[in-house]
């Protein structure tokens, strides 16, 4: 998948159907691409899983800014975890 269908399914996980905040959610995708190989994660483009969860983490990003608590939902850690995992068992 492109940036762009990742910004049209974030901006859809956020409900935001106006264009004024285009340039920040891509960044948002783009942090959390970077995020997310930090952990030691190599995405793949054409899993539809793995674009779920670039989407799922750049709308924590969003939604993060705004929340008194910045702790990571559990469904994106568990998420995170078990892709981890998944990657590192294929690699042993």
Do not use: H
């Not at 285009?22 to 994660?41: D, H, S």
């Not at 899993?47 to 469904?75: F, H």
């Amino acid at each position: 998948m492109t940036n762009g269908d990742l910004l049209t399914m974030v901006k859809a996980n956020l409900a935001i159907t106006s264009a004024v905040w285009n340039t920040y959610l891509e960044q948002l995708v783009q942090v959390a691409r970077k995020e997310i190989a930090r952990e030691g994660i190599t995405l793949d483009d054409e899993a539809i899983d793995d674009c779920n969860l670039v989407v799922m983490y750049a709308s924590y990003l969003y939604r993060k800014r705004t929340e008194d608590s910045a702790a990571m939902p559990r469904m994106l850690r568990y998420a995170l975890n078990n892709r981890l995992f998944s990657e590192k068992m294929k690699e042993a």
